[in-house]
């Protein structure tokens, strides 16, 4: 899989994470697994030479409990005592208490002003609605294996799509794509390299693994209250990778 490199792609979406993604695999019998903290506290000394989480990331946890308590030090303090009390330690729930910090004293709903929430259908006729998923062997960011056993998957650098969907355009299954983000805003954020593969999805959807495909996602396209990214509905379009399928016919 390749993401398109460019001002336009650096700038105006997530890439990042995508770094991470490479170390934490492991090619061969050879290769050393990673802990979830060492590859972040890498990450970290090239942000910054003199962050506090270096030395954390040699793998003492007390460190990072100490990082935790001085962060959050009204929820977590005296972390590493607690760790060692029998049972644990309980932090709260104020909901599971009745207890909401409100003018009014009680919770307060919303009623959604649209099914959609890209507040419309996807513009273009050619232009699917985007939906990231994690597998069952990823924890948010950390992946611990590259096939996916809940849904009886193999592989990430795949796009999930209904056969009817993937026959309008005249694609076919295993057959080598491009997803390319139909947000006009000047910049180009094209991941190639996928493989489409038929699932149980509805109409005008497609889903692909977070964060592979981090790179379609604009920084500025967030939800306006939370300020999360929007990575379950990303107008995208979908296209055939000539060089991809050249490539791997080669290979």
Same mark, same amino acid.
């Given at each position: 899989?390749?993401?398109?490199?460019?001002?336009?792609?650096?700038?105006?979406?997530?890439?990042?994470?995508?770094?991470?993604?490479?170390?934490?695999?492991?090619?061969?019998?050879?290769?050393?697994?990673?802990?979830?903290?060492?590859?972040?506290?890498?990450?970290?000394?090239?942000?910054?030479?003199?962050?506090?989480?270096?030395?954390?990331?040699?793998?003492?946890?007390?460190?990072?409990?100490?990082?935790?308590?001085?962060?959050?030090?009204?929820? &977590?303090?005296? &972390?590493?005592?607690?760790?060692?009390?029998?049972?644990? &330690?309980?932090?709260?729930?104020?909901?599971?208490?009745?207890?909401?910090?409100?003018?009014?004293?009680?919770?307060? &709903?919303?009623?959604?002003?649209?099914?959609?929430?890209?507040?419309?259908?996807?513009?273009?006729?050619?232009?699917?609605?985007?939906?990231?998923?994690?597998?069952?062997?990823?924890?948010?960011?950390?992946?611990?294996?590259?096939?996916?056993?809940?849904?009886?998957?193999?592989?990430?650098?795949?796009? #999930?799509?209904?056969?009817?969907?993937?026959?309008?355009?005249?694609?076919?299954?295993?057959?080598?794509?491009?997803?390319?983000?139909?947000?006009?805003?000047?910049?180009?954020?094209?991941?190639?390299? #996928?493989?489409?593969?038929?699932?149980?999805?509805?109409?005008?959807?497609?889903?692909?693994?977070?964060?592979? #495909?981090?790179?379609?996602?604009?920084?500025?396209?967030?939800?306006?209250?939370?300020?999360?990214?929007?990575?379950?509905?990303?107008?995208?379009?979908?296209?055939?990778?000539?060089?991809?399928?050249?490539?791997?016919?080669?290979?």
């Amino acid at each position: 899989m390749q993401a398109a490199v460019g001002a336009g792609t650096r700038h105006g979406a997530l890439v990042l994470p995508i770094r991470l993604i490479r170390r934490l695999h492991v090619h061969s019998p050879e290769s050393r697994m990673m802990s979830e903290d060492e590859p972040t506290g890498a990450e970290s000394t090239q942000q910054r030479e003199d962050s506090p989480f270096y030395t954390a990331a040699t793998g003492d946890y007390g460190l990072i409990r100490d990082l935790i308590e001085a962060t959050h030090p009204d929820k &977590f303090r005296d &972390f590493n005592d607690w760790l060692l009390t029998p049972g644990g &330690f309980h932090r709260g729930n104020k909901a599971r208490q009745r207890i909401w910090r409100t003018e009014g004293g009680k919770a307060g &709903f919303t009623a959604p002003e649209t099914i959609s929430v890209l507040g419309d259908k996807p513009g273009g006729r050619d232009e699917l609605t985007m939906a990231t998923l994690r597998s069952n062997v990823q924890f948010n960011t950390t992946i611990y294996g590259i096939s996916d056993r809940l849904r009886g998957l193999a592989g990430r650098e795949i796009v #999930l799509i209904n056969p009817k969907e993937m026959s309008r355009p005249g694609l076919k299954e295993g057959q080598a794509v491009k997803l390319e983000c139909a947000i006009e805003d000047g910049y180009e954020r094209v991941v190639r390299g #996928l493989r489409l593969v038929g699932y149980d999805l509805p109409d005008g959807c497609v889903a692909t693994y977070y964060q592979e #495909l981090n790179p379609l996602v604009p920084v500025h396209y967030h939800d306006e209250l939370s300020g999360t990214p929007a990575h379950e509905c990303v107008p995208v379009r979908i296209r055939p990778d000539s060089a991809a399928a050249g490539t791997r016919a080669a290979a």
